[in-house]
């Protein structure tokens, strides 16, 4: 009672205030943290930023979690992890400036702050953290380092994200000759490089180069994981997406199937990669003219990524291409525009999010037969989903 009762007279002050995310959570006043930094001494903070950090990595959920909450602990954090990230690169405003008990696990929150931004869409606020965390993992262990690769991998994959292709590459190939001296060959590490340099070269349209990178990626989860577990999914979709670029689309289809199975068990049927796989399980009936099959898969799709944007605030990268190609599909099946504009009309979809370009976009698209463009029509990858979040300490 007295804890509460000195909050409430700080609150008072405004020295303080109640965040509006929890009851039991409250602010400080950007000048009252200056002075207290200032008068702790550089000591007790360094101390006090240890025994946060550590805090934060006892209370972060792991890989797995994270992924099938969809960054439910990351949103309510955001705030908090970002100002404490400022205030640690005032504090040691050169990566070699930061003390060694503390690189670690700064590094890998800071990593992991930004694959929640890169998951939900705010790809100029994670670049410059992922940039900041592999600089500090650099200074701290080396450059042939496997946390090194993981910073690697994910700033590619940003790259990847934003259409830089040719900036990806370089970073895949070094990330992926870490691990291998690192774990061995056949390890799951090796097999996340092979995999994250396999859709690259996929989205690049080197698939003669792709295919053996992602065969192997698959065979090495297979043999480590369970057959239900979410990395073998992962391989089977990005594995059956190769065959439906070749146009080896009756060995894609059983691919395909399976991995939704497993992600719809895994995840829970409502997750954005449960999307993913219903997108491209309906590309593949729509590409073999299956129409009436690829509708509910793809109405499934948007609903939820229309889903996920409400929950987070922030669009779904994916939302608007599935839209405008959902609404496409429609129109090809003989429905008018006006009515695809109304189905979402009444949940307050409307043209917010891509149903004003359904007709126009979407129509067009659907004379492409499912091509694999990086806009609607386009055959998904797990970026950005399977992201690999270090978390710092381990």
């Not at 691990?179 to 060959?185: A, T």
């Not at 999010?353 to 492409?368: I, P, Q, S, T, V």
Request: with cysteine; glycine share 8%; aromatic share 8%.
């Amino acid at each position: 009672m007295a804890w509460r009762g000195a909050l409430a007279e700080l609150a008072g002050y405004s020295m303080i205030k109640r965040d509006e995310g929890g009851k039991d959570c409250f602010g400080m006043h950007r000048l009252v943290q200056e002075t207290v930094r200032l008068k702790l001494g550089r000591d007790h903070v360094e101390a006090f930023v240890g025994l946060v950090l550590a805090m934060i990595h006892e209370d972060c959920p792991d890989y797995d979690e994270a992924i099938k909450t969809m960054y439910r602990w990351h949103r309510q954090m955001d705030q908090h992890l970002s100002g404490l990230f400022a205030f640690t690169e005032q504090l040691w405003p050169k990566t070699d400036q930061i003390p060694e008990s503390i690189a670690n696990r700064l590094a890998g929150q800071i990593n992991n702050l930004a694959s929640f931004y890169q998951a939900t869409n705010r790809l100029a606020e994670a670049e410059p953290q992922m940039l900041r965390a592999l600089a500090i993992d650099k200074v701290a262990y080396g450059p042939d380092h496997p946390n090194v690769a993981i910073h690697l991998n994910n700033l590619a994959q940003l790259y990847q994200d934003t259409n830089r292709l040719m900036e990806a590459e370089p970073l895949m190939l070094r990330a992926l000759a870490i691990d291998e001296v690192f774990y061995g060959p056949d390890h799951p590490e090796v097999a996340r490089a092979l995999n994250n340099l396999a859709l690259l070269y996929h989205a690049m349209n080197r698939l003669g180069e792709a295919e053996p990178l992602m065969m192997r990626a698959f065979v090495i989860f297979e043999a480590f994981y369970s057959p239900d577990h979410c990395k073998v999914a992962q391989a089977l979709n990005n594995l059956a997406l190769l065959y439906h670029a070749t146009n080896r689309l009756l060995e894609a289809e059983p691919l395909m199937l399976r991995a939704l199975a497993i992600d719809e068990v895994f995840y829970g049927p409502d997750h954005p990669v449960v999307a993913i796989r219903l997108n491209n399980l309906a590309q593949l009936y729509i590409s073999t003219n299956r129409l009436l099959e690829a509708e509910p898969l793809m109405k499934r799709t948007v609903e939820i990524f229309i889903d996920f944007t409400r929950r987070n605030g922030r669009e779904h990268p994916y939302l608007r291409a599935t839209t405008e190609y959902y609404g496409g599909l429609l129109i090809a099946m003989g429905e008018s525009r006006e009515r695809v504009m109304a189905r979402f009309a009444g949940d307050g979809a409307g043209d917010d999010w891509g149903w004003r370009n359904a007709g126009r976009k979407g129509a067009a698209m659907m004379g492409r037969k499912g091509g694999h463009g990086k806009k609607g029509g386009a055959a998904m990858g797990d970026c950005p989903y399977n992201i690999n979040i270090m978390m710092g300490g381990e």
